[in-house]
């Protein structure tokens, strides 16, 4: 099968070596298929996107041998496809306003129970709120966040599918298939429509990967849960179901992420220093 596949950072600062990883990846997976490689920069967080650093992208990765098709697809420019995805689960009777703040959130949430971010699990405040509540917080000029009714989605996902359970294809470095059952219910009533912009990354994920005709995902272990409510998303949405790859994450000896912020194995530092793109392949095991 011709595998299509994408790399899709989010330009709020330099590409390391892991993103270096998941890009070769990406690529080489496509390559061996004489399938597809396409770009996606993921750029809704329209506070933390800089246009230098999409620029920086092009460069780390061209020299890092890769190319691309064209046009890279840029999420900031389809905020209205979002949306249009977020009507239909409206429509649907999935999605409901949210006022809350994360101070309210923080307070109320139940310290035990945390989304796979890490984040605490929303504890319903405005689950059921009255259109009357409602109204009070528009009339003020107060924007809701739109969070997924989960109790709600998974019960027209059983309408749908009866007991066939949701699950998805992962496929490991050697090649080896398993289907794992995706448990979006520990995610809460996420957010699919954020306040301060028409998207979130769920959302937008699901519907770029359809967009663009993804078949196989190739990205980080540190987005394995994110999966579980990719899927129900496009259950919910009738998107196609792509073919997964969580690869291992590279981190430091004592087990530290590699962070942005700190340009920690930075591709530009390292090639400053001297590196090639095949020393880079060779450190991350992709020679
Ligand atoms: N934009 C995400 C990141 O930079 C990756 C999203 C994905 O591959 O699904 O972590």
Known sequence: MTSVTRFAPSPN??????????????????????????????????????????SAIYEDLSWLGLTWEEPVLVQSEHFREYLAAADKLIAM???????A???????????????????????GLW????????????????????RLNMDAALQALRFRRGD?????????????????????????????????VPASYHLSVVVDDARQGVTHVTRGQDLLAATDLQRLLQELLDLPEPVYSHHRLIRWADGRKLSKSNH?????????????AADIRQVIGRA
């Open 13 to 54: 600062g330099l590409l390391h070596v892991g993103h270096a990883l998941s890009a070769l990846i990406a690529h080489d997976t496509a390559r061996a298929s004489n399938g597809r490689f396409l770009l996606r920069i993921e750029d809704i967080d329209l506070d933390r996107r800089r246009p230098e650093y999409i």
């Open 93 to 99: 009777g999935l999605l409901y306003p949210c006022f």
């Open 101 to 123: 703040t994360r101070t309210e959130i923080a307070a109320a949430a139940d310290p035990e129970q945390t989304d796979p971010d890490g984040a605490p699990r929303y504890p």
């Open 127 to 146: 689950k059921g709120a009255s259109g009357e509540q409602i109204g009070e917080r528009m009339a003020a000029g107060d924007t809701p966040a739109l």
């Open 164 to 196: 066939k359970p949701l699950t998805f294809i992962e496929i490991d470095e050697t090649g080896r298939r398993q289907t794992i059952t995706a448990q979006p219910q520990r995610w809460g009533d996420a957010v699919i429509i954020r306040k301060d």
């Open 264 to 276: 920690d194995m930075g591709l530009r530092a390292l090639r400053s220093e001297g590196a090639t």
